[in-house]
């Protein structure tokens, strides 16, 4: 085995933050959804040349973590704006924040999800009508190797705010080009409760296309307030019909805030 991101000398456990493979200077680097459901790097040996810059970008084997028993200053918001209000998962702060970037000569780079894939995947918006993919939380880990590969190959002095969860913060903020030129980048960590398996997102899926009689949507609408602020459900959105799961008793919802998925990621309905 080569020194590579897959080594096996790591201290810590993977977060499948795909750092890694925008870093990867001979794409030997590849992320696939492993057994049990969750992005993990694949390094094909023959192309490895042991670099490390991987390894570099990577909190496994960060021997110093950032540790700090400093009081920070901290603010609560709320977006004004009625409809980005409605449209976002809790106080849709984040969009005022991305507006403003854009506003600056920012790209954005954040969390959409891709109704034909049905994944979660991290992309740049350019644009404040780009924005409104961004809209709402996600409940699963994202595929970030689009997001990343745009920002670090650009080799111009664009500017980037980077909104992620604390691991992709964390390994972009490792990489050579971010160290280089901080100045050219935000970087925004959302807070994340923890990611279940996409074993479980794919099995919600099927018991929600029995219900809804599709297999495709136009739309999904993740922690939606159809029903109100804290009744939690998804809008399911087609051309033909519109469909928000259940306000109570959600299987998705009460497996994810129960903290009840197994590391299998598996939902038994």
């Avoid at 920070?72 to 977006?79: D, I, K, S, T």
């Avoid at 459900?233 to 009840?260: E, V």
Wanted: aromatic share 14%.
């Amino acid at each position: 085995m080569k020194s590579n991101v897959c080594d096996g000398e790591e201290l810590r456990l993977c977060t499948g933050c795909g750092v890694c493979v925008s870093v990867c200077g001979t794409k030997a680097i590849t992320i696939k959804l492993d057994n049990e459901g969750y992005y993990k790097p694949v390094v094909d040996e023959d192309k490895c040349v042991e670099c490390n810059l991987c390894k570099k970008s990577c909190y496994k084997y960060d021997e110093n973590p950032v540790q700090s028993d400093k009081y920070e200053m901290c603010y609560a918001a709320v977006n004004k704006n009625e409809k980005q209000l409605k449209a976002s998962s809790s106080g849709a702060v984040s969009r005022v924040l991305m507006e403003e970037c854009i506003a600056r000569d920012y790209k954005v780079m954040g969390c959409a999800y891709d109704t034909k894939e049905n994944i979660a995947k991290s992309i740049v918006a350019s644009t404040i009508d780009e924005l409104d993919q961004f809209y709402g939380s996600k409940y699963f880990q994202s595929l970030t190797t689009e997001g990343f590969d745009e920002v670090l190959k650009d080799r111009t002095e664009k500017k980037y705010a980077i909104f992620g969860t604390p691991c992709q913060i964390y390994g972009f903020s490792q990489t050579s080009k971010y160290k280089r030129k901080p100045d050219n980048y935000l970087l925004v960590d959302i807070f994340c409760h923890g990611c279940p398996s996409m074993k479980l997102w794919k099995s919600y899926l099927k018991y929600m296309s029995k219900r809804t009689g599709c297999s495709e949507y136009d739309k999904v609408v993740f922690r939606s307030k159809t029903h109100a602020w804290h009744e939690y459900c998804f809008d399911f959105i087609s051309k033909s019909k519109q469909y928000s799961s259940k306000k109570s008793k959600d299987p998705f919802y009460d497996i994810f805030f129960w903290n009840g998925y197994n590391e299998r990621g598996l939902l038994r309905l």
